[in-house]
T-cell receptor, first 114, second 112 residues
């Protein structure tokens, strides 16, 4: 069974540009979560999607947005990139409403803003 | 708002000894707690969890203890092995495993 896959692995963008990160969940998982891990910090919750809808959002500005497609894959878009957006972006998936086993994470996309 | 705190950024132990990683939380609504392990260039992987109705959960060399009154949990690894060297994240959620909050992580180094 394929795990959570993220692309690209690395992404270098210039300040002010837009970045698009992609995630494919484990087959059968309907919930997709996005987290940001900046250097030296823990995982900061960004967004949660389930069945194509945004279920919850972390404390990030509106230029962080995303969507979930009918096949449950997801896209994270970051507009008007700032230097402090440089971080590892992790995607995770789970079955909706599960209370055990936690999430399954992908290996992340390393975004560097220069 | 850092609802889950891991106050020790790093921990070093000798192979064969016990590793104790600590985690504190502030949100009394949290009822499910997890530990994740992360190697460089990989995503975190689920290690062990505990529900708030328990105070201990054991899985092989890994045991998680929960002290609800102190809003504190800990992960014990006995005996520690060099392959356990990784960053360990504590996480907590309220309700159905959604909007999970993570600590900043503790880097464990197990020396041969």
């Amino acid at each position: 069974e394929a795990g959570v896959t993220q692309s690209p692995t690395h992404l270098i963008k210039t300040r002010g540009q837009q970045a698009t990160l992609r995630c494919s969940p484990i087959s059968g998982h309907t919930s997709v979560y996005w987290y940001q891990q900046a250097l030296g910090l823990g995982l900061q919750f960004l967004l949660w999607y389930d069945e194509g809808e945004e279920r919850n959002r972390g404390n990030f500005p509106p230029r962080f947005s995303g969507r979930q497609f009918p096949n449950y894959s997801s896209e994270l878009n970051v507009n008007a990139l700032e230097l402090e957006d440089s971080a590892l972006y992790l995607c995770a998936s789970s079955l909706f409403g599960t209370a055990s086993g936690g999430y399954t994470f992908g290996s992340g996309t390393r975004l560097t803003v220069v | 708002d850092q609802q889950v705190k891991q106050n020790s950024p790093s921990l070093s132990v000798q192979e064969g000894r016990i590793s104790i990683l600590n985690c504190d939380y502030t949100n009394s609504m949290f009822d499910y707690f997890l530990w994740y392990k992360k190697y460089p260039a990989e995503g975190p992987t689920f290690l062990i969890s505990i529900s708030s109705i328990k105070d201990k959960n054991e899985d092989g060399r890994f045991t998680v203890f929960l002290n609800k009154s102190a809003k504190h949990l800990s992960l014990h690894i006995v005996p520690s092995q060099p392959g356990d060297s990784a960053v360990y994240f504590c996480a907590a959620s309220a309700g159905n495993n959604n909007d999970m909050r993570f600590g900043a992580g503790t880097r464990l180094t197990v020396k041969p």
